[in-house]
C-alpha cells in the first residue's frame, strides 16, 4: 500500500436499478447480479481497489440492496479495521429531508461527511476514487500511479455504441475539453470516425474539490445531480484542469479488457466469452486475482450412471 492509495478512500455507486437487465434485477441491484458462474459484478471494482492497495472502500446504495448488502458482509469483511481498512456500506438515509438521493452527485455528499479529512490526510490532498458500477475491468493502473489532478478513466469504443456512455473530447496530452452524456451524435477520435473515447465511469478527485463542485451542484435547483450531465461539464468548462487516463496496456499500448453488462445481451456475451480458450477476462491471473464470497461447501461429484442423468465432462480431469 503506497502513500497515494492509503490516502484514497474508493466511493462505489452501486444503486443503479439495472432495469434493461429485466428478471436479472428483478430482486437484486445490478452490481449485485452474479458474473461468470461464481462472482457478482461489484466483485470486479472491488477486487481492483484492494489489488491497487486501497483499503478504505464505501458502497453507497440506493434500490433493492439486501443481496449486494449480504455479499459485501460474507466476502468483504475481511479487511483489518485497525488499520485503517475497510469494506462499508452507506444506503440512503434520508439525512437531509424527506427525499432519496438523486443523481451520483447527490448521492456522493453525503459519503464526504461521513468521512471527513483529518489533518494528516489535509496535508497530504487525500484523494477520492469514485466509480459508477456498470462494467467489468481488471485495472491495475493505481498499482502503477495515477497521475495528479482530476482524471476520467477512458476506453475506446465503437461510434456506434455512444448513447450507452459519455464520450470524451481530449487533446493529444489527454485533457479533457468536453464530455457529453450518451449522445446521439458523439465527437469521434481524429482519423477514425468509427472510434470514440468512452468514460468508465471512474473519476479521481482532490478530496476538497470534489466536496466544492457537489456542494455547488447541490445547491443548484436546476441540475440533475449528474456527474456526466452536470457535474463534469461544468468542472471542464471552467478553469479546472480535466485530465483522461486512456485505459491501455502500459507496455504494449493495446486496449485493455472492459465491457458494459448493462443490457441483457451485453451480459451474455460477456459471460459467453469466458468459455474461451484464452478468454481476454483472465479470472485465472494470480498477479490479479478477483476475489469474491467463497461458499463452504463439499467438492462436486459424478454419481447416478443411467440413462436421463448423464452428463460430460469436457476437457477436465475427474478422479476418484
Known amino acids: 500500500v503506497s502513500r497515494l492509495t492509503g490516502g484514497t478512500l474508493a466511493v462505489i455507486m452501486a444503486g443503479g436499478r439495472g432495469e434493461r437487465l429485466k428478471d436479472l434485477t428483478a430482486n437484486r ?9 461464481k462472482f457478482r459484478i461489484i466483485d470486479f471494482v472491488l477486487s481492483n481497489c484492494v489489488n491497487s492497495g486501497i483499503r478504505q472502500i464505501s ?50 455528499l453525503p459519503e464526504h461527511r461521513a468521512h471527513p479529512l483529518a489533518p494528516a490526510e489535509a496535508r497530504a490532498g487525500a484523494r477520492r476514487r469514485s466509480h459508477l458500477q456498470d462494467g467489468l475491468w481488471p485495472d491495475d493502473r493505481l498499482s502503477r500511479g495515477e497521475r495528479r489532478g482530476r482524471h476520467d478513466g477512458r476506453g475506446r469504443s465503437a461510434a456506434s455504441e455512444s448513447r450507452h456512455f459519455g464520450v470524451l473530447t481530449a487533446t493529444e496530452w489527454n ?36 466536496e466544492m463542485l457537489l456542494r455547488e451542484d447541490a445547491a443548484n435547483e436546476a441540475s440533475s445531480h449528474d456527474f456526466g450531465k452536470d457535474i463534469l461539464p461544468k468542472a471542464i468548462a471552467g478553469t479546472l484542469q480535466v485530465f483522461a487516463y486512456p485505459f491501455q496496456d502500459v507496455k504494449t499500448r493495446a486496449q485493455s479488457y472492459w465491457r458494459d453488462v448493462g443490457t441483457l445481451d451485453a451480459y451474455f456475451e460477456a459471460n459467453r466469452e469466458l468459455v474461451h480458450v484464452e478468454p481476454e477476462l483472465n479470472i485465472y491471473d494470480a498477479d490479479w486475482p478477483i476475489w469474491t464470497y467463497q461458499v463452504h461447501q463439499p467438492p462436486a461429484k459424478f454419481v447416478l450412471d443411467e440413462d436421463g442423468r448423464r452428463g460430460l465432462a469436457i476437457n477436465s480431469m475427474v478422479s476418484a
Open 29 to 37: 441491484c445490478k452490481p449485485a447480479t452474479p458474473f461468470g458462474g
Open 59 to 108: 458502497i453507497l446504495t440506493q434500490y433493492k440492496a439486501q443481496s449486494l448488502i449480504a455479499h459485501a458482509q460474507r466476502g468483504w469483511s475481511y479487511l483489518r479495521g485497525e488499520f485503517g481498512e475497510f469494506v462499508e456500506v452507506v444506503p440512503a438515509q434520508q439525512q437531509r429531508g424527506p427525499d432519496w438521493y438523486r443523481g451520483h452527485g447527490r448521492r456522493g
Open 175 to 210: 485533457r479533457v475539453t468536453q464530455f457529453a452524456e450518451k449522445p446521439e451524435v458523439p465527437d469521434t477520435l481524429p482519423g477514425k470516425p468509427d472510434a470514440i473515447l468512452a468514460s468508465m465511469g471512474i473519476y479521481v478527485f482532490n478530496t476538497r474539490l470534489l
